[in-house]
């Protein structure tokens, strides 16, 4: 999605007239996606190869696992640090006891090693990188901070890549009805948010699943969970509340898996993914106030 439709969604969202007050979460969008637009402007995007996607696809891995992607470690690095800044110069950031702690970070301690699964297996690389730059008094806070701002980092470099392959995978049938791959073709890490997206050859629309961490959207069933992948339609079923029509969480009663849904019917505007990520925040607190303390799904 490029700047000028994002900033479209983002005023579709600012002027509203649902009785809830967006701006507070647009202006955060809108401070994460531009730190990351800084970051990802100086990266030169790694060349995506149509015939090593096809391989994955039918060998069944992902496509960082065929591509071999190399990164340099220092420049990584220094993007880690030129993220933080961004990210407190926009106000992602703005507690000053998190920034200062923030501040603290060594990005040194990143091991060459760690930077490298960056582009072969996201998952792994937040968990290594985790341990490499937390320290004994690192507290909860500060991992869901840095987890954060690390997905932002591996986004900026897999960007095109999961752009190229979303593209493929809406433009080759033969790959898009083949691939209902539970985790991210590209990355191999859980969705982290669906949409049900208008389509005039599907009166029922057709269902997407999007990954975060490289921004890939791929094709999925309708009725099946995006976590354990059953398809029992007693076991699945949408929540939504009345303060957001827009979305909607799915919920699993089989895994307790919860993946927030958008409904592109109800969006007056293009449908951005990493703005429905953030404006689905509002429906998961929702959720969370009306079932805390009930026997119900979490
Ligand atoms: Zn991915
Ligand atoms: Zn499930």
Same mark, same amino acid.
């Given at each position: 999605?490029?700047?000028?439709?994002?900033?479209?969604? @983002?005023?579709?969202?600012?002027?509203?007239?649902? /009785?809830?007050?967006?701006?507070?979460?647009?202006?955060?969008?809108?401070?994460?996606?531009?730190?990351?637009?800084? =970051?990802?402007?100086? =990266?030169?995007?790694?060349?995506?190869?149509?015939?090593? !996607?096809?391989?994955?696809?039918?060998?069944?891995?992902t496509?960082?696992?065929?591509?071999?992607?190399? @990164?340099?470690?220092? #420049?990584?690095?220094?993007?880690? !640090?030129?993220?933080?800044?961004?990210?407190?110069?926009?106000?992602?950031?703005?507690?000053?006891?998190?920034? %200062?702690?923030?501040?603290? @970070?060594?990005?040194?301690? *990143?091991?060459?090693?760690? =930077?490298? +699964?960056?582009?072969?297996d996201p998952d792994e690389?937040f968990s290594?990188?985790? *341990?490499?730059?937390?320290?004994?008094?690192?507290?909860?806070?500060?991992?869901?901070? *840095?987890a &954060?701002?690390?997905i932002? @980092?591996v986004?900026?470099?897999?960007?095109? =890549? /999961?752009?190229? +392959?979303? %593209?493929?995978?809406?433009?080759?049938?033969?790959?898009?009805?083949?691939?209902k791959s539970l985790t991210c073709p590209v990355c191999g890490t859980a969705a982290t948010i669906s949409?049900?997206?208008?389509?005039? %050859?599907?009166? +029922? /629309?057709?269902?997407e699943l999007f990954c975060a961490c490289c &921004?890939t959207a791929w094709?999925f #069933?309708?009725?099946r969970c995006g976590f354990c992948g059953?398809?029992?339609?007693?076991? *699945? &079923?949408?929540?939504? $509340?009345? %303060?957001?029509?827009?979305?909607?969480?799915y919920?699993c009663?089989?895994c307790g898996g919860v993946l927030p849904t958008?409904?592109?019917?109800?969006?007056? $505007?293009?449908?951005?993914y990493?703005?429905?990520m953030?404006?689905? &925040?509002?429906?998961?607190?929702?959720?969370?106030?009306?079932?805390?303390?009930?026997?119900?799904?979490?």
């Open positions: 999605m490029n700047k000028h439709l994002r900033q479209q969604v @983002i005023n579709a969202y600012l002027s509203r007239k649902d /009785g809830f007050d967006w701006s507070g979460l647009m202006r955060y969008a809108q401070a994460i996606l531009s730190s990351r637009d800084e =970051i990802e402007e100086n =990266i030169t995007p790694p060349e995506f190869d149509v015939g090593k !996607a096809k391989q994955a696809q039918k060998e069944r891995r496509y960082l696992e065929v591509a071999n992607i190399r @990164i340099d470690p220092k #420049e990584f690095r220094a993007n880690c !640090a030129k993220m933080l800044d961004a990210y407190i110069r926009n106000g992602v950031l703005h507690d000053p006891e998190q920034v %200062e702690t923030m501040k603290g @970070i060594k990005w040194d301690d *990143l091991t060459d090693r760690t =930077i490298s +699964m960056a582009v072969v690389f290594l990188a985790l *341990l490499d730059l937390s320290k004994e008094k690192s507290d909860r806070a500060f991992k869901v901070v *840095l &954060g701002l690390l932002s @980092i986004r900026s470099y897999l960007n095109s =890549i /999961g752009q190229a +392959m979303t %593209e493929l995978l809406s433009h080759t049938d033969e790959v898009a009805s083949s691939n949409a049900v997206k208008e389509n005039a %050859e599907a009166r +029922m /629309g057709t269902k &921004g094709p #069933e309708r009725v059953q398809t029992n339609p007693d076991k *699945l &079923g949408y929540l939504c $509340a009345d %303060e957001d029509r827009s979305h909607s969480l919920v009663t089989e958008v409904f592109q019917s109800a969006l007056k $505007a293009p449908l951005d990493d703005v429905e953030v404006a689905s &925040g509002l429906v998961q607190t929702l959720y969370k106030r009306t079932t805390l303390g009930k026997d119900e799904v979490q």
